[in-house]
């Protein structure tokens, strides 16, 4: 089990431990969702197979947020709604009023509620207890923040702050690609995306694109900024790097992919693996940004 993308986020208070984490988390475990409810948020075990909230593999733990949604299309609560203004214009003589057609449309909602479907989804995030940091496989802001708020609601003691480096990505990038050379841990690939500083802020992407090209170069004098660059860590990770500092399409090389004769020892090894690399990537990257901003 690899993170695709990650949202992170520095742990700055609060004396957090395997044991309390599972505690906290166990207490807060997600609930199927009330007759009444159209969605529910909780913690579940990161593998259905097991009873742990959170697996622990040294320093390295990992945690799952699961949300479950009634799924409730509103094609359909259009019509049900629908049908029964029909049989009201027809009962009165004239059509419903604004007041009356949203009142039809939230009985229709509560009367179909119960004979939804409910679906589930689960988020996970890795703590690197040795970095003090959490990290979030999701390429949504918004998913992110409610987890932050969810963990925050379970664990009441812990504090955390966005991830944030002395350099800004989109200044260290933009140098990069205006002749700035790279530590050999990275290399530049071939996509990247620029913005301009006016106010329509128009977008430039190259995709599958050399990138040290005049071209690019006429682009950043004339006063864009590159807000994306694909790169590669140690000829080991592919990712795409981004202005607000989330590591996006995270991509193992072959050399990191191993053989395991099960689904069990597979996820062992792959969460092990991948906290392992990830950990050292995230502090390479910190560094080449002019260090961790902790201020």
């Not at 969605?39 to 959170?54: I, L």
């Not at 057609?101 to 995030?125: C, G, N, S, V, W």
């Not at 664990?155 to 050379?181: C, H, Q, Y």
């Amino acid at each position: 089990m690899w993170f695709r993308n990650l949202h992170i986020y520095r742990i700055t208070g609060g004396n957090i431990t395997p044991i309390s984490l599972e505690e906290s988390l166990s207490q807060h475990a997600l609930q199927p969702c009330l007759q009444m409810e159209m969605q529910s948020q909780g913690w579940m075990t990161p593998r259905d197979e097991q009873d742990n909230f959170v697996h622990v593999q040294g320093q390295q733990w990992l945690i799952a947020m699961g949300v479950e949604k009634k799924i409730l299309p509103a094609s359909v609560v259009n019509q049900q709604a629908k049908e029964r203004l029909q049989k009201i214009e027809q009962m009165q003589g004239y059509k419903p009023g604004k007041k009356q057609i949203r009142d039809i449309k939230e009985a229709a909602l509560i009367e179909l509620m119960p004979r939804a479907f409910a679906q589930r989804h689960k988020t996970y995030a890795w703590i690197d207890a040795l970095a003090g940091r959490l990290i979030i496989d999701t390429a949504s802001a918004n998913k992110a923040e409610e987890f932050v708020q969810l963990l925050l609601k379970s664990n009441s003691g812990i504090t955390l702050a966005p991830f944030e480096t002395k350099v800004s990505p989109s200044t260290m990038m933009t140098r990069w690609l205006s002749g700035d050379e790279l530590s050999s841990a990275f290399t530049i690939d071939r996509d990247c995306e620029l913005q301009g500083m006016t106010d329509e802020k128009e977008i430039i992407r190259y995709s599958c694109h050399v990138l040290d090209t005049e071209e690019i170069t006429r682009h950043i004098r004339a006063g864009k900024k590159v807000i994306k660059l694909a790169m590669t860590w140690d000829g080991k990770i592919s990712f795409v790097l981004h202005d607000t500092l989330q590591l996006r399409r995270i991509a193992p090389q072959d050399i990191l992919k191993e053989s395991a004769e099960s689904a069990e020892e597979l996820f062992i090894s792959d969460f092990a693996i991948m906290s392992g690399e990830l950990s050292q990537m995230i502090n390479d990257i910190a560094t080449e940004l002019g260090g961790e901003d902790r201020d």
